[in-house]
C-alpha cells in the first residue's frame, strides 16, 4: 500500500484529503537543508512556516531523539530520486500554529527492554499509540484514552478499526507475549486470521527481540481500559 515515493491518498473524511506527498531527493525536500527537513518532521513546520497537517503524528515526532530524527533524514537523502508531482492535502478544520514550543534537542533513550525504550518505540518511533487511540477534537485524546483503540480506518480494504491495546480484558490482557509479537509483526491472530490493513507489519517485522520486548513491556503496563475508553 504504502511506498516511500508518495502519491497515494491517505484518508479522505470531511475535515481533510490527506495525501502522502513525494518526499524523494527528486522532490522539493531536495532543497531544503537537513536541519529543515528535521523540522518538518518532528515538528510539523516546512521551512516557508506552513503547518504540516494530520493524519502524520507529530505530536509523537516530537519525541524523537536527535540521533533518529538525523538518521531518518540521512536515509531520505538516499531513496532514488523521484520527480511525480504529488497531490497536496487538503484541509476543512483550521490547523494549529505549531504543535508545540520549539524544540532544540531530543536526547536518546538507551535500547534495553525497559518501559522508558519500550514507550519511545511505541510512541515517537513506531506510532502505534497514534492510530490506537480515539482521536478527538484536538487529535488523539492520550491523556484521557491512550490506547484504548477506536480509531476508524477507510481504505480500499473497507473499514477497519483500530483494537484497544491496553492491558484491559476487551485489550491485550488475554494474548500471551508470543501471540502479541506475531500479531505485531506478522498482522495474524492467534486463531490464524490476517488483520487488515493499515498497520505496517511488514516494517515492524524489521524490530529485534529487544525492542519488540520493550514495546510489549510497556503495553503490558497501559493503564486499562475499555474498548473506545
Ligand atoms: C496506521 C495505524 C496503525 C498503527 C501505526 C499501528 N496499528 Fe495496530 N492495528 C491497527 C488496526 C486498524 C488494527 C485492527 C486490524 C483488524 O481489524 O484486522 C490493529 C490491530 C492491532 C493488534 C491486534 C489486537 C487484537 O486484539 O486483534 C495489535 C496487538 C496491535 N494492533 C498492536 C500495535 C502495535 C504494538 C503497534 C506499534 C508497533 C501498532 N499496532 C501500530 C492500526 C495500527
Known amino acids: 500500500m504504502a511506498n516511500e515515493l508518495g502519491g497515494f491518498m491517505v484518508e479522505k473524511n470531511p475535515a481533510f484529503e490527506a495525501w502522502a506527498v513525494n518526499i524523494t531527493p527528486g522532490s522539493r525536500v531536495a532543497d531544503w537543508s537537513d536541519q529543515?527537513?528535521?523540522r518538518a518532521i518532528r515538528e510539523g513546520i516546512r521551512p516557508d512556516g506552513t503547518v504540516i497537517g494530520p493524519p502524520m503524528p507529530i505530536s509523537?515526532?516530537?519525541?524523537?531523539?536527535?540521533?533518529?530524527?538525523?538518521?531518518i533524514v540521512a536515509f531520505l537523502r538516499t531513496l532514488p530520486a523521484n520527480g511525480t508531482?504529488?497531490?497536496?492535502?487538503?484541509?476543512?478544520?483550521p490547523l494549529p500554529p505549531a504543535y508545540g514550543p520549539p524544540i532544540e534537542s531530543v536526547a536518546a533513550i538507551p535500547a534495553g527492554v525497559t518501559v522508558a525504550y519500550g514507550e519511545y518505540l511505541a510512541g515517537p518511533v513506531a506510532h502505534c499509540l497514534e492510530c490506537h487511540t480515539p482521536m478527538g477534537e484536538r487529535g488523539p485524546m492520550f491523556d484521557t484514552h491512550l490506547g484504548a483503540g477506536g480509531f476508524e480506518f477507510h481504505g480500499p480494504w473497507g473499514t477497519s478499526v483500530s483494537s484497544n491495546i491496553t492491558s484491559h480484558k476487551d485489550g491485550l490482557a488475554g494474548y500471551s507475549d508470543a501471540e502479541?509479537?506475531?500479531?505485531?509483526?506478522?498482522?495474524v491472530r492467534p486463531d490464524g486470521s490476517?488483520?487488515?490493513?493499515?498497520?505496517?507489519?511488514h516494517h515492524y517485522a524489521a524490530m529485534t527481540e529487544t525492542d519488540l520486548n520493550a514495546v510489549v513491556l510497556y503495553l503490558r503496563q497501559l493503564p486499562p481500559l475499555p474498548e473506545g475508553g
Open 36 to 38: 529543515e527537513l528535521a
Open 60 to 71: 509523537l515526532y516530537r519525541g524523537l531523539s536527535d540521533d533518529d530524527l538525523y538518521s
Open 85 to 93: 508531482a504529488t497531490p497536496f492535502s487538503t484541509y476543512n478544520i
Open 180 to 187: 502479541l509479537k506475531a500479531m505485531i509483526t506478522q498482522g
Open 194 to 201: 490476517r488483520m487488515l490493513p493499515p498497520m505496517g507489519y
